[in-house]
């Protein structure tokens, strides 16, 4: 099987390794992949990028590609998957009506609410005006309290959503999505919802529209800083399983959020077909809440939840396209905990420089355990060298979390390059889950 990869980050290369693992892969295209994709066995990097839609489906015809696999959501909402189909070209992932549960925040709460799943109490406005005059009328009491959240519609690279405490806040982030439009078109409706408080996981599922089959629980840490301090970032390091989601509460996820979901969807005739990542949030109170959905695999989320896939990644994309996730065996997991820490560039989630030489990665990859996957790399004369502000994904299997993370940092430190840097506590939330268990 000839398979093409749409993406170049760190999730997309763990894809590319698996699939190449997979005994009916012939030869892999990542388009337009990073300096490792290319040099991954049967892998090769195709120069289109990963939002031209015609490019793409030029070179698919022109290969003979037997199935496309698409990691960013930005493809997806532009409707790369209703083309490749009118094109009879086989493609994982939801169609553009599907696809609106990343791309359109206002049609997400909606079906939600619809649904009747759990998800933070929520107000659709049109304008600057409305917004801010609901903000002042409600929040007219104590102006240093007001726990909102305020979120363009449209997709924004993750930085649509803005988490507020006081008014003047919230005003401001009206302000900049809505009058300034700092993220574009994504900004012409807006959503102001309750804040949420306590701990975020991640639950991805694959589903063909009827069937769901959801996959271990992950933790991502969106903080740039150790602590969880510091602004907000693509995801700093990832870890699966996560202990927060127990057995039980995995149960009452897929009951009471991804079933009625799936079902909504299907009911409005615009099944989901491909990974549902539901963003949730535990609370202390009232159990899980959804904060959000995505059309696609997590990055980081992807990187150590595929270490751990035991089963051909290919059967199971398969069986999710053709609506037969019903009759294929469940997915079986190295039982060890993986982790994943991300390294970047100086200066990142900010301006950062390209282009610097990476050092030690064939060090870092004789570490047992370790899988490096590159997000932001480019080969330049035969040298590895930064290009993106997430650069590398650092991911470690081990008999505990706390194994698994040693042997990851073990492998971060034989890495240099000028500016790199990384957090140090990744996964260390999980070790206090897992103590508080004990106990
Ligand atoms: P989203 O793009 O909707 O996932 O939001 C990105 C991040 O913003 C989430 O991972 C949360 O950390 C935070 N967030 C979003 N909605 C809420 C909410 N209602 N309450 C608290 N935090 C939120
Ligand atoms: N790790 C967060 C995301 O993929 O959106």
Redesign the pocket.
Known sequence: MRVLIVGSGGREHALAWKIAQSPRAEQVFVAPGNADTAREGLCENVPIAADDIPALVKFAKASRIDLTVVGPEAPLVAGIVDVFQREKLRIFGPSKAAAQLEGSKVFCKNLLHGADVPT?EYRVFRDAESATRYVMDRFNADEQSCPV?V?ADGLAA?KG?I?CSTRRDALEAIDRIARQREFGAAGKQLVI????DGQ?ASVLALTDGRTIVTLPPAQDH?AAYDGDAGPNTGGMGAYCPAPLVDERMMRSIEEHILVPTVHAMKRSRQPFSGVLYA?I?VTPAQGPKV??YNVRFGDPECQPLLLRLKTDIIDLMEATIDGKLDEIKPPQWDPRPSVSVVMASEGYPGDYEKGRPIRGLEEAAAVPDVKVFHSGTALVDGQVVTAGGRVLAVTALGNTIAAAKLQAYTAVKCIRWQGAWCRKDIADKAMVQADKRKR
């Open positions: 933070a959240v979120k993750g959503v988490v919802e309750e804040r949420l975020e969106k963003g949030m904060l959000e």
